[in-house]
Nanobody, 116 residues
Framework: QVQLVESGGGWVQAGGSLRLSCAAS????????MGWYRQAPGKERELVAF???????NVADSDKGRFTISRDNAKSTVYLQMNSLKPEDTAVYYC??????????WGQGTQVTVSS
């Protein structure tokens, strides 16, 4: 079981930026897809972005041009750079690592709050 620890959440004004980090335990994580989901109050958890073990990235249409995902296998860490944040980006952001995205292990979540 891979352990995931997220950091980087917080409060920011609309238009600002945040960088989320997710550190994974174990070198085997390089074999996994890693990504970020978010869940806003009263809404279902949704996929924000993921990166395959081969390095291919995918970002949700609603976030393209604003969010960038990257991974550093040497550090077993995945990052989510979020720019031009909007109030509707407010949510708890969860890190995920698995053989396919959406499976495997989850982090505890980090709160992102964007004020207007």
């Amino acid at each position: 079981q891979v352990q995931l620890v997220e950091s980087g959440g917080g409060w920011v004004q609309a238009g600002g930026s945040l960088r989320l980090s997710c550190a994974a335990s174990g070198s085997i994580v390089r074999l996994y897809a890693m990504g970020w989901y978010r869940q806003a109050p009263g809404k279902e958890r949704e996929l924000v972005a993921f990166v395959t073990r081969g390095g291919t990235t995918n970002v949700a249409d609603s976030d393209k041009g604003r969010f960038t995902i990257s991974r550093d296998n040497a550090k077993s860490t995945v990052y989510l750079q979020m720019n031009s944040l909007k109030p509707e980006d407010t949510a708890v952001y969860y890190c995920n690592a698995g053989l396919t995205i959406g499976t495997g292990s989850w982090g505890q979540g980090t709160q992102v709050t964007v004020s207007s």
